[in-house]
């Protein structure tokens, strides 16, 4: 074979050997395209089933899993039988509550007491009066105070039906929510009177009920003196204090709180919020 020819052959081989190489990366690259746009079938990997076709308005709409914090587990209330009475916590801890506000003439007053101490507290809270004292609620919020649920109009819910009970209570969560930022995680019913009804409906809110450990009986006006004696004579770790700012005269109670909350700092008492145990 003449030289001529040999070098004539082993050029025609290199091309048809580019070609085909040429033809394999075509075909992989289109494989590719094809699988993230959905223009045609992906072809099947070299082991295991065979890749299923995705359309490209799926994979739009499908956000990739694999990025992003994962999701968490839906948050459970418990049904409760009845309202706990204490809460838990570290050391020498109290929970101060307020009950059927907010009130324009005395809420502020309580307010600026626990402003001035860096206090936190709990405020039940009706719906009723929420619509005539919205800024109380914001202010609650900006200062970290807890707004808890005591229904629309503070009725005895042992008397009511179910639908009403929930009424009583959704609108109050509403408004609050409106109001606060934020739907509010507990709930007290008035007066003290729970039934299975009221525990169930406030689970399904979202909800957890709080009862008291030291009712000051701030509503019978009984005096300056005998409101702040009970308040520091019942002091104990895990005590919920029961005040009220609003429905009556609570001036009494604006000025037992600036005794026995002092006192109480200086006794060593840690005041603050409770926090919620999800299922």
Same mark, same amino acid.
């Given at each position: 074979m003449k030289k001529d020819q040999l070098l004539t052959r082993l050029l025609t081989r290199r091309r048809a050997l580019i070609a085909g190489a040429g033809a394999v990366g075509a075909a992989a690259t289109a494989g590719v395209i094809t699988t993230v746009t959905g223009d045609g079938p992906a072809s099947a990997p070299a082991a295991g089933p065979p890749a299923r076709p995705v359309r490209s308005s799926a994979y739009r709409l499908q956000p990739v899993t694999g990025y992003? #914090? #994962?999701r968490a587990a839906p948050r459970r209330t418990l049904v409760h039988r009845e309202a706990p009475l204490k809460v838990s916590g570290r050391g020498r801890t109290m929970v101060l509550t307020f009950d059927d506000g907010p009130d324009p003439r005395f809420t502020p007053d309580i307010l600026d007491t626990l402003a001035e101490y860096d206090v936190r507290a709990m405020f039940f809270v009706c719906g009723e009066m929420v619509a005539g004292g919205?800024?109380?609620? %914001?202010?609650? %919020?900006?200062?970290?105070?807890?707004?808890?649920?005591?229904?629309?109009?503070? #009725?005895l819910l042992t008397r009511l039906t179910r639908r009403r009970i929930r009424s009583e209570m959704e609108r109050t969560s509403d408004v609050i929510e409106d109001a606060y930022g934020e739907r509010p995680e507990w709930f007290r019913a008035p007066?003290? %009177?729970w039934n299975r009804a009221a525990f169930q409906i406030g689970a399904e809110l979202g909800?957890? #009920?709080?009862?008291?450990t030291v009712d000051t009986l701030d509503w019978t006006t009984p005096g300056v003196r005998s409101i702040a004696n009970r308040v520091e004579h019942g002091a104990a770790p895990g005590v919920v204090v029961l005040s009220h700012d609003a429905g009556g005269d609570r001036s009494q109670s604006v000025r037992a709180l600036r005794r026995y909350l002092p006192e109480l700092l200086d006794s060593g008492y840690h005041v603050t919020v409770p926090r919620r145990h999800y299922a």
């Open positions: 992003g #914090p #994962p919205r800024k109380l609620l %914001a202010r609650m %919020a900006d200062e970290g105070h807890v707004v808890g649920n005591h229904t629309w109009s503070h #009725p007066y003290g %009177a909800m957890e #009920p709080l009862g008291w």
